[in-house]
């Protein structure tokens, strides 16, 4: 097989080229690029509260942002790096990516489960950064036993 034919030949990238393919597809390698591509987006944007976080402490007023924004920007620092970034990295690109692979499988067992957990992953981050993780977001103290009056 010489290099024009394996350039011609049909596999995961270039099977179907819209957006509505990617959107749908049950391809584990496919799902491997989305949550890579989705992974990298929920990094640059703990970024920029890391970002806001450094500016903040540039002065030694600190007077970017209120002191309770600044608890917030913490949290949410670490919880978009942490759950949105480094836990699923490993497992969701490379596991996707690769474990059908070495096992010699053609997917993954529940193709369209695989994709829906994509799905969830995306409803979590956009709800945790576009909102709902705001609402706690004192430290740590959002965690459920240090919400109480207690604490
Ligand atoms: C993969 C995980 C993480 C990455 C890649 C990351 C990355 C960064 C970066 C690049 C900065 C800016 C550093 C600077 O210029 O000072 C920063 C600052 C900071 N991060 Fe993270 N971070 C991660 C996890 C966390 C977690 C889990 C927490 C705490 C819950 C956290 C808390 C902070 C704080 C408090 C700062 C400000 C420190 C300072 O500027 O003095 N980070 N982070």
């Known amino acids: 097989m010489n290099v ?12 179907n080229y819209g957006i509505r393919s990617w959107l749908l597809t049950t391809d584990h390698k496919r799902i491997a ?10 990094f640059f944007i703990g970024g920029i509260f890391a970002t806001l976080i450094r500016l903040e402490l540039l002065t030694p007023q600190g007077d970017l942002v209120q002191s309770e924004t600044y ?20 497992p969701a690109v490379l596991g996707n990516f690769l474990v059908p692979m070495m096992i010699g499988a053609r997917d ?19 709800h945790s950064d576009g909102g709902g993780g705001w609402r706690g977001g004192h430290g740590m103290d959002f965690l459920y036993p240090l919400q109480q009056h207690l604490f």
């Open 71 to 90: 608890n917030k920007l913490f949290t949410m620092h670490g919880v978009t790096m942490i759950f949105f970034f480094l836990i699923p990295s490993i």
């Open 108 to 126: 993954l067992a529940f193709p369209r489960l695989n994709l829906a957990s994509w799905y969830i992953f995306i409803l979590g981050g956009v």
């Open 4 to 15: 024009p034919d394996i350039e011609r030949r049909e596999h995961y990238l270039n099977i």
């Open 33 to 42: 690029w989305l949550y890579l591509l989705s992974v990298t987006l929920f």
